[in-house]
């Protein structure tokens, strides 16, 4: 397995925007598709965008489209989620996701996860 950290969460206003990083340990980073989910309080967790180990394709959920884009850098062994446009609903705990074989919005497709970043959007 893989180990995650997510960094860059905090507080912005309605409209504004965020960069997500998440470092993740180990050579084999380019192997793994990563993933961002998040979760808010009293609800399930919920897919945002994944990103496949070449960095090729990528998917998003119909919430984030067209705001949020994932990136990663595989010599940084690093993802990224851009957030912009922000709107208090965004707000979560932002989570990182890896698996060397899944992909896809089920988050029993990935066998690693980030202890979460904080993501505050107030209106």
């Known amino acids: 397995q893989v180990q995650l950290v997510e960094s860059g969460g905090g507080l912005v206003q309605a409209g504004g925007s965020l960069r997500l990083s998440c470092a993740a340990s180990?050579?084999?980073?380019?192997?793994?598709?990563m993933a961002w989910f998040r979760q808010a309080p009293g609800k399930e967790r919920e897919f945002v965008a994944a990103?496949?180990?070449?960095?090729?394709?990528?998917l998003y959920a119909d919430s984030v489209r067209g705001r949020f884009t994932i990136s990663r850098d595989n010599a940084k062994n690093t993802v990224y989620l851009q957030m912009n446009s922000l709107t208090p609903e965004d707000t979560a705990v932002y989570y990182c996701?890896?698996?060397?074989?899944?992909?896809?919005?089920?988050?029993?497709?990935?066998?690693?996860w980030g202890q979460g970043t904080q993501v505050t959007v107030s209106s």
């Open positions: 180990g050579r084999t980073f380019s192997r793994y598709t």
């Open positions: 990103i496949i180990f070449t960095g090729a394709t990528t």
């Open positions: 996701a890896a698996d060397l074989t899944g992909y896809g919005a089920n988050p029993r497709a990935y066998g690693s």
